[in-house]
């Protein structure tokens, strides 16, 4: 578990997010949505200490996730930010760097830390792959690898922030499915997602954040009939249901 | 292919290295020949090949092997650590930095290697911590980072300049030292900036993961679990120590920085743990090179290496700049 107490953070002591309090249960997908600029991915940032907190404490597993060293902190919470560079470098040097929590002196890889990037690619279906420079893969393959990155991580938390943008529609399904599986195996995921129809099918717990605060927090069902996330986004939410479950589509909200 | 050419690519610069050093040795107004070296290395500075060669050309050779590595890898992990291929420690003004504190220690008259070795050093650091400030401060982008380094480096020159007419005593800071030469090179000050060089090579070659992690960008690095700052910070203070004993007894020797490890990038790709020693190799034995070109190719006239070096790293620069216009994902 999870939990975020009365956290407030933000760029050069102006806040962005105001008095957070959240928690998040284990094992499952939590997808936090709101409308652009409402801090979401400062949360995310908050949490992995990027941007520093001005207030307020983050407890996973009843410890105090700010008061471990940085690298105690990235064996508990694995972090793909949304901007990922391609650097000029193969898959399999790229997956290792998951293992870079766990380094030792003399700073080098060792033997476990390579069949531990083995296996998060294998996971990943990118075996085959391992050798390949970065920069020659297609976007939906440079994220697997990412996320092999922070599968070699081995941490119980793993935050990603949009993993799906610039994903064209077969990988982002693939995705949707990882992320699943991920959560089955017993880790716990939260994203920032962008598109609301796959937050929605995706989350068991959807967080909603609007101005830097949380609206609403709970099931997806609960925040549809809450109204506050066709609040948060001003838009009608219209489920639908079809032979392959329930999908969603949206429509202005009217002005009256 | 990148990985298969690395231990062949190695292997050249090696062997390119050493017969430069070898000839560097040998070639000169006196010629040496290899028996002759074998003899004088052995009895030490008896005859007069023997002088020439322990006291004139083994601190020379020395100085240009050592300069350039120093040189080659600053340029690399500063262009790593601020994400910009176009940069390079004479480009951003480092090199300026410690020129500005060796001129103000030779204006004073404190002239011992060690502490023309330290102020250097410390005019470095100084230069990159005002550079990666501004840039902190500003939020400045890559470029950004680079044009204020151009003008700082002017600023620094200039004080530089302005010092050496004050105080025109200061023989040392002839030309030369404004262009980067090594004639005028001794043991005692090589000394010095030869333990800050190894020391900074050493640190710098155990830490090619952490070098490598922190160019995945500032987010997936902490993310991994690396303190940025910090880090951040022990590698400028790293390439400020190699530049900065390179300056002290090397002058403002420019380009090496940016063109070596943009041609060791190329051939082996970027991968810290091959390329800072392949830039070490192949900056030792380009700096070589030139140095033995500029003296021999005009004998009796000896150019300034520094000269040799701006005519084929300005056209160099140019060529680089062009290219990145073309798109590159990686230039």
Same mark, same amino acid.
């Given at each position: ?41 400062? %949360? ?26 940085? =690298? ?15 650097? *000029? ?13 766990? %380094? ?15 296996? +998060? ?23 697997? +690898? ?12 793993? %935050?990603?922030?949009?993993?799906? +943008?610039?994903? *064209?529609?077969?990988? =982002? %399904?693939?995705?949707?499915? =990882? ?24 989350? *068991? ?26 609040? +948060? ?24 | ?37 074998? !003899? ?22 020395? /100085? ?19 994400? !910009? ?9 480092? !090199? ?11 204006? #004073? ?8 070795? /330290? ?9 990159? #911590? ?78 090619? !993961? ?13 993310? $991994? ?14 390439? /400020? ?8 007894? /090397? ?70 700049? $062009? ?9």
């Amino acid at each position: 578990m999870l939990e975020i107490r009365n956290l407030s953070a933000g760029y050069s002591s102006v806040p962005v997010l105001h008095d957070i309090s959240l928690s998040i249960p284990s094992g499952k997908i939590t997808v936090i949505v709101g409308p652009n600029g409402c801090g979401k991915s400062t %949360l995310l940032k908050a949490l992995v200490g990027i941007i520093p907190c001005m207030s307020g404490e983050v407890l996973l597993g009843g410890e105090h996730l700010h008061r471990l060293t940085t =690298q105690e902190q990235a064996k508990r919470i694995a972090y793909l930010p949304q901007d990922r560079r391609i650097p *000029d470098t193969t898959v399999m040097r790229l997956v290792l760097h998951g293992r870079f929590p766990y %380094l030792g002196y003399p700073r080098r890889y060792r033997h476990e830390d390579v069949q531990t990037a083995l296996s +998060a690619l294998r996971r990943m279906g990118i075996d085959t792959l391992a050798e390949q420079p970065l920069n020659t893969l297609s976007g939906g393959m440079r994220q697997k +690898a990412y996320i092999a990155m922070a599968l070699a991580q081995a941490a119980p938390v793993i %935050l990603m922030d949009e993993p799906n +943008a610039f994903l *064209d529609i077969s990988h =982002q %399904l693939q995705l949707s499915n =990882q992320v699943r599986e991920l959560a089955e195996d017993g880790k716990t995921v939260i994203l920032v997602l962008h598109d609301l129809a796959m937050a929605l099918k995706l989350a *068991d717990h959807l967080v909603v954040i609007k101005d830097g605060r949380v609206l609403h927090h709970g099931s997806p069902d609960e925040a549809l009939r809450s109204g506050s996330l066709s609040g +948060a986004f001003n838009v009608k939410i219209h489920p639908i249901q079809t032979p392959d479950g329930r999908q969603y589509y949206f429509t202005p909200l009217e002005r009256n | 292919m990148k990985n298969k050419r690395r231990p062949v690519v190695m292997l050249c610069a090696f062997i390119i290295t050493l017969i430069s050093a070898l000839f560097s040795l040998c070639l000169g107004a006196a010629r040496i020949s290899l028996s002759e070296l074998y !003899n004088a290395l052995l009895n030490g500075p008896v005859s007069s090949q023997g002088y020439i060669l322990w006291y004139v050309r083994m601190p020379r050779t020395a /100085a240009c092997l050592l300069s350039g590595m120093a040189l080659s890898v600053s340029g690399a992990v500063i262009q790593a650590v601020l994400n !910009n291929k176009l940069a390079s420690p004479g480009i951003i003004g480092v !090199n300026s930095g410690a020129g500005l504190a060796v001129t103000i220690c030779c204006a #004073f008259g404190l002239l011992s290697g060690w502490t023309v070795s /330290a102020a250097a050093f410390i005019g470095a650091m100084l230069t990159v #911590f005002l550079i990666v400030f501004a840039a902190q401060k500003t939020g400045a982008s890559r470029t950004t980072v680079i044009l204020g380094g151009v003008a700082i480096n002017s600023l620094l020159n200039a004080l530089s300049e302005a010092l050496t007419t004050l105080f025109p005593e200061i023989a040392m800071l002839s030309s030369d030292f404004r262009i980067g030469d090594f004639s005028s090179v001794t043991a005692s000050r090589l000394i010095p900036a030869g333990i800050l060089i190894a020391a900074a090579l050493a640190l710098l070659f155990t830490l090619s !993961n952490d070098l490598d992690v922190l160019s995945l960008g500032e987010d997936t690095a902490r993310g $991994l679990g690396m303190p940025v700052r910090r880090m951040r910070t022990v590698f400028l203070v790293l390439a /400020a120590m190699l530049a900065g004993a390179s300056v002290s007894f /090397a002058g403002l020797l420019g380009f090496v920085g940016l063109l070596v490890p943009h041609a060791a990038r190329k051939l082996i790709g970027s991968d810290s743990r091959y390329l800072l020693p392949l830039c070490a190799i192949g900056g030792a034995g380009f700096v070589t090179l030139c140095d033995l070109a500029a003296r021999t190719l005009f004998a009796p006239y000896e150019l300034a290496v520094g000269i040799l070096m701006a005519v084929i790293g300005g056209p160099f620069f140019l060529f680089v700049l $062009l290219k990145r216009k073309g798109g590159h994902a990686d230039a």
